[in-house]
């Protein structure tokens, strides 16, 4: 059996997916488990290679009852506590980045500017494990009581830092609709009443409010069969980047380079700006929005928006 620990949440889930089809293909007659959130098992069994999940929040103590695992699997961080964690296991081989601390002194070094796709795919690398870190695609979802090819404003996201103003998403999906887009406003049930602020900014009615009203594959479905997204560096944006749908994804703390879409692909467009001179934001500063993200203004969004909105227009023409 193979134990993969990646407890985080659906954008780390989906930077993932390279690295656990290399290992789907290098172990086809072993058992692939990974540990994650329960609320993340409909996605992943939207990845297609995994046999099981193993309920996880984040480095709490693994349940684990079973037999030693062949291979314990690292995707979840540098360590030390990660490694302790699947080290609790037992397994045979322990794989993870270089970490002395934990005592685990094999595995390459760890890079910091790396993007999240390919460090998974080096680390497997270096054990013999190759990866394809274009393998992003998750099985598309029926499009059961969900609406198809809506424009999507997703305008959550973690901590106030990612999030562009509701105001500015308000008139985003404002002149969306006038362009004709059907926009829909999209989030968890705790950015319900962003979401309202966002639509009502937008002079959207109700039941263009889907935040806290679908499933975790219901939203895949939403995103997989949408026009368009527009979201900030979020989960939402990564369901985008696996069904290959036209999006505009906006930058703030972290940089495209480490969390953006593949750059080859003209249908995604990742929007990022230099803070400018002044003082150093700093990552405490919670209830404030990154300054590289409040740089980015409404104008520059649109564009991008049309931009990729023809794009993938054009590809669905050629490939119908």
């Given at each position: 059996?193979?134990?993969?620990?990646?407890?985080?949440?659906?954008?780390?889930?989906?930077?993932?997916?390279p690295a656990?089809?290399g290992?789907?293909a290098a172990?086809?007659?072993?058992?692939?488990?990974?540990?994650?959130?329960d609320?993340?098992?409909p996605?992943?069994?939207?990845?297609?290679?995994?046999?099981?999940?193993?309920?996880?929040?984040?480095?709490?103590?693994?349940?684990?009852?079973?037999?030693?695992p062949?291979?314990?699997?690292?995707?979840h961080?540098r360590g030390?506590?990660?490694?302790?964690?699947?080290?609790?296991?037992?397994?045979?081989?322990?794989?993870?980045?270089?970490?002395?601390?934990?005592?685990?002194?094999?595995g390459?070094?760890?890079?910091?500017?790396?993007?999240?796709?390919?460090?998974?795919?080096?680390?497997?690398?270096?054990?013999?494990?190759?990866?394809?870190?274009?393998?992003?695609d998750?099985?598309?979802p029926?499009?059961?009581?969900?609406?198809?090819?809506?424009?999507?404003?997703?305008?959550?996201?973690?901590?106030?830092a990612?999030?562009?103003?509701?105001?500015r998403f308000?008139?985003?999906?404002?002149?969306?609709?006038?362009?004709?887009?059907r926009?829909?406003?999209?989030?968890?049930?705790?950015?319900?009443e962003?979401?309202?602020?966002v639509?009502?900014?937008?002079?959207?009615?109700n039941?263009?409010?889907?935040?806290g009203?679908?499933?975790?594959?219901?939203?895949?479905?939403?995103?997989?069969?949408?026009?368009?997204v527009l979201s900030?560096?979020?989960?939402?944006?990564?369901?985008a980047?696996?069904?290959?749908?036209?999006?505009?994804?906006?930058?703030?703390?972290?940089?495209?380079?480490?969390?953006?879409?593949?750059?080859?692909?003209p249908?995604?467009?990742?929007l990022?700006?230099?803070?400018?001179?002044?003082?150093?934001?700093?990552?405490?500063?919670?209830?404030r929005?990154?300054?590289?993200?409040?740089a980015?203004?409404?104008?520059?969004?649109?564009?991008?928006?049309?931009?990729?909105?023809?794009?993938?227009?054009?590809?669905?023409?050629?490939?119908?």
């Amino acid at each position: 059996m193979i134990l993969v620990l990646r407890a985080l949440g659906v954008g780390d889930l989906a930077t993932a997916v390279p690295a656990l089809r290399g290992l789907r293909a290098a172990f086809p007659e072993h058992t692939l488990t990974v540990a994650a959130p329960d609320w993340l098992t409909p996605l992943v069994e939207l990845v297609g290679d995994v046999d099981n999940v193993l309920p996880t929040d984040g480095l709490d103590p693994v349940d684990w009852a079973g037999p030693a695992p062949y291979w314990a699997v690292n995707l979840h961080g540098r360590g030390p506590q990660s490694h302790r964690l699947l080290a609790s296991a037992g397994p045979e081989r322990l794989c993870g980045y270089h970490c002395a601390e934990a005592g685990h002194l094999d595995g390459p070094a760890w890079r910091a500017e790396e993007h999240e796709v390919r460090r998974w795919c080096r680390l497997l690398d270096w054990y013999g494990v190759e990866c394809d870190p274009d393998d992003l695609d998750l099985r598309r979802p029926a499009p059961r009581r969900v609406p198809v090819g809506v424009t999507v404003v997703h305008p959550g996201g973690k901590g106030s830092a990612r999030r562009w103003s509701a105001e500015r998403f308000g008139t985003l999906a404002r002149e969306l609709t006038r362009a004709g887009h059907r926009v829909v406003v999209t989030g968890s049930p705790d950015e319900r009443e962003l979401a309202r602020r966002v639509a009502a900014g937008a002079g959207l009615p109700n039941p263009a409010v889907l935040a806290g009203r679908l499933t975790l594959v219901e939203l895949a479905a939403v995103v997989a069969h949408a026009r368009l997204v527009l979201s900030t560096d979020t989960g939402v944006a990564h369901l985008a980047t696996a069904y290959r749908t036209p999006s505009v994804v906006l930058f703030g703390p972290v940089r495209p380079q480490l969390w953006g879409p593949p750059p080859d692909r003209p249908w995604h467009r990742a929007l990022h700006r230099a803070a400018g001179p002044g003082r150093a934001w700093q990552p405490d500063e919670g209830t404030r929005i990154h300054p590289a993200l409040a740089a980015i203004g409404v104008d520059e969004v649109l564009g991008a928006a049309g931009e990729v909105d023809r794009v993938g227009r054009g590809s669905r023409a050629v490939a119908a």
